[in-house]
T-cell receptor, first 113, second 114 residues
Framework: QKEVEQNSGPLSVPEGAIASLNCTYS??????FFWYRQYSGKSPELIMS??SNGDKEDGRFTAQLNKASQYVSLLIRDSQPSDSATYLC?????????????WGLGTSLAVNP | DAGVIQSPRHEVTEMGQEVTLRCKPI?????LFWYRQTMMRGLELLIY????????DSGMPEDRFSAKMPNASFSTLKIQPSEPRDSAVYFC????????????FGSGTQLSVL
């Protein structure tokens, strides 16, 4: 089992719909969770971080965390063609003073006009 | 600030040659990360530095890879000798404060080893 798993997609949604991206992780002690967006040929950029169980909203984006189920998701409301990208889930693994992000392979999202 | 600056953007070389990738982090950032990205393996952390000191190099594939950070504004990743399986996009990223809280990535170096 990979440490961080995501469906590779592609996930295709019509413009204006809600896109739901999911991520599961294996390390129960992880405390920090991140969603990065990566456009084709570009570098990743952080769009959401979440640390506590529940929902965190930022504009059209909502991150949801359930530590008991080891599950983190990203909802994109009113999806726009400009949201078409690969979304990377990253989980912080801590061992003493060493912290490192473990990355999923990403979910490709296509928003169709 | 111009962001994290990497050079070169593209590098094509022949197997056995030495490759040097360069990175200038955002001024004031105290963490610097080198990542490699491929379709099959995704983003892999190679090494990271805190205040110019290497903290974790467990992701460096083998002795052919080495990284240095001689000062707060410059880092290099060297591959010697290069092999075709090293072909990937190499990203440098930096952050401030607690590691991993928000990474700022450079534009990456697309490396092709023939």
């Amino acid at each position: 089992q990979k440490e961080v798993e995501q469906n590779s997609g592609p996930l295709s949604v019509p413009e204006g719909a809600i896109a739901s991206l999911n991520c599961t992780y294996s390390d129960r002690v992880s405390q920090s969770f991140f969603w990065y967006r990566q456009y084709s040929g570009k570098s990743p950029e952080l769009i959401m971080s979440i640390y506590s169980n529940g929902d965190k909203e930022d504009g059209r984006f909502t991150a949801q965390l359930n530590k008991a189920s080891q599950y983190v998701s990203l909802l994109i409301r009113d999806s726009q063609p400009s949201d078409s990208a690969t979304y990377l889930c990253a989980v912080n693994r801590e061992a003493g003073n060493n912290r490192k992000l473990i990355w999923g392979l990403g979910t490709s999202l296509a928003v169709n006009p | 600030d111009a962001g994290v600056i990497q050079s070169p953007r593209h590098e094509v070389t022949e197997m056995g040659q030495e490759v040097t990738l360069r990175c200038k982090p955002i001024s004031g950032h105290d963490y610097l990360f080198w990542y490699r990205q491929t379709m099959m393996r995704g983003l892999e952390l190679l090494i990271y530095f805190n205040n110019n000191v290497p903290i974790d190099d467990s992701g460096m594939p083998e002795d052919r890879f080495s990284a240095k950070m001689p000062n707060a504004s410059f880092s290099t990743l060297k591959i010697q000798p290069s092999e075709p399986r090293d072909s990937a996009v190499y990203f440098c990223a930096s952050s401030f404060g607690t590691a991993n809280e928000k990474l700022f990535f450079g534009s990456g170096t697309q490396l092709s080893v023939l």
